[in-house]
């Protein structure tokens, strides 16, 4: 089993794309804090300015009693200051430790010494910079590490000297501007696999790329899953006589060994599989159409492979021939081909005929 947090990452990251609805709550939620932000709204913005803010910034503001539309938006702080980013001209709208405004992280983070002693964090950037130097009120005296990062704070951090108000612009798009879907992207809060990506765009069955994220993610009900849910069976692998894992079932298994034999002397060295992540890692990651037809042939692959499996171990129905994984296979690509991008036939079926050739001679019986 995956967890549903897991399932609702969107596909790059993972997960299946399945919006998460706490997630997508707050990007809509913070569509309407861009928005209060930049001043942009009628009636509705004027009556927030009146009741809640009366002349104090946004994030400044500490009061967190009100509506339950008020309410939301204190509670989603942290995340409003992860997806902004502060241009700091008179500093009136800038808290100067907690706002993310120099190299896009908030001070407070750069220089923590200075952040723990100090006696009002939430201060604004105009708040302190009196008389042409920055003010601050601390709770002790300053220790050696303090006093080097107030003299680093000081090289680096500007006065405010323009009598504009603070601008605020996006950082989570190269265009500086807020959108819906890159906030609900940011809060997932997980890297961006680029080499999963085509998995999705490959031209095969939905159910048969829910199987290989199943696989990616370790999930498959291999013999050990099921006897560890205290399923039937023993756990052992019908052919081999071992605890059927899905690492075995789809690599070190010997029909699984065969399979990818005849995978490699067709299509080429490059299709060697012993360690799972590293081939994935080598052959997963180049770009364009390769990536597509390599996600083709390797699910194609493992499927027959576990198509193979559940037969032995469900319905005791054993191969009699090595080849008849091979014709297996080849059935899979051949059904899945018409799915390609008419650009991509071209290619497909130069595999399929290698494909077909290698079965073929690997499959004639010696004359006597």
Not at 52 to 62: D, H, K, M, V
Not at 90 to 104: M, V
Not at 186 to 207: E, F, I, N, Q, T
Not at 316 to 335: I, T
Request: glycine share 6%.
């Amino acid at each position: 089993m995956v967890k549903w947090a897991d399932i609702c990452l969107p596909q790059d990251r993972g997960g299946l794309g399945i919006l998460a609805s706490r997630r997508m709550n707050v990007a809509l939620m913070l569509d309407w804090v861009w928005r209060i932000t930049l001043g942009d709204g009628g009636l509705w913005l004027r009556l927030l300015e009146a009741k809640y803010l009366q002349g104090i910034p946004l994030l400044a503001c500490s009061c967190s009693a009100g509506s339950q539309f008020w309410k939301s938006i204190q509670a989603i702080k942290e995340e409003i200051r992860a997806g902004l980013w502060f241009s700091v001209h008179n500093g009136s709208g800038t808290q100067f430790w907690l706002d993310p405004c120099l190299d896009g992280a908030p001070l407070r983070l750069r220089f923590p010494g200075l952040f723990a002693i100090c006696a009002a964090p939430t201060i604004l950037v105009s708040e302190a910079a009196l008389a042409d130097r920055w003010h601050f009120e601390f709770f002790r005296s300053f220790g050696p590490a303090e006093v080097l990062e107030w003299n680093s704070m000081r090289e680096v951090v500007p006065l405010p000297l323009s009598p504009e108000p603070d601008s605020v612009s996006s950082s989570l798009s190269p265009s500086g501007e807020f959108s819906v879907s890159s906030a609900y992207q940011a809060l997932c809060r997980r890297p961006v696999l680029p080499w999963l990506s085509p998995l999705w765009k490959a031209p095969m069955p939905m159910k048969i790329k829910i199987f290989v994220w199943q696989l990616l993610r370790d999930r498959l009900l291999s013999g050990t899953e099921v006897l560890k849910r205290h399923g039937p069976g023993n756990g052992l692998r019908p052919l081999c006589h071992v605890p059927e894992t899905g690492m075995h079932i789809l690599f070190s298994c010997v029909a699984a060994q065969a399979l990818w034999c005849y995978v490699r002397e067709a299509l080429g060295p490059e299709w060697v599989a012993h360690n799972f992540a590293e081939f994935l890692q080598v052959r997963a990651t180049p770009a364009g159409r390769k990536r597509r037809l390599f996600w083709l042939v390797f699910s194609a692959l493992t499927w027959t492979l576990w198509t193979t499996r559940n037969k032995m171990v469900i319905e005791r129905v054993f191969p009699r021939r090595a080849s008849d994984s091979f014709f297996k296979f080849l059935a899979f690509l051949q059904l899945w081909h018409p799915l390609a991008r008419p650009r991509d036939r071209g290619r497909l079926q130069l595999s399929l005929d290698a494909l077909l050739t290698t079965a073929r001679r690997l499959s004639r019986t010696p004359s006597s």
